[in-house]
């Protein structure tokens, strides 16, 4: 009891791991839901999640990852990103739209 007592308490935050749907609506979860990206430019919603990553190579080098991972992300975050409208509120609600798709 006494050793216990003793011992600091530790708190353990677990994140979802890099490159995947929950890490990417985690991501989408700290932008500002009314900010508009633009599908086709280096700065694109992807390519922004991609350097977030620590992807210097940006949107190529995401889908070069997932595909390397055998990850299915690549499809799915291109049509979260490519579908109307282009705010982060909207694609976080289709990341989380797709995601409940997959869990059943």
């Not at 990852?65 to 799915?76: F, P, Q």
């Not at 989380?96 to 059943?104: C, L, M, N, S």
Request: hydrophobic share 40%; proline share 5%.
């Amino acid at each position: 009891m006494y050793l216990k007592e003793r011992l600091p308490k530790f708190e353990i935050e677990t994140a979802p791991a890099v490159f995947t749907l929950p890490h990417l609506i985690a991501w989408l979860e700290t932008k500002t839901p009314d900010d508009s990206y633009r599908w086709c430019s280096r700065n694109c919603l992807l390519g922004q999640w991609a350097k977030h990553c620590g992807l210097s190579t940006g949107y190529l080098g995401l889908f070069d990852k997932l595909i390397e991972i055998g990850s299915y992300e690549s499809i799915v975050g291109a049509a979260i990103a490519v579908n109307r409208p282009h705010t982060f509120g909207a694609a976080l609600k289709r990341a989380r739209a797709y995601y409940e798709v997959r869990r059943k």
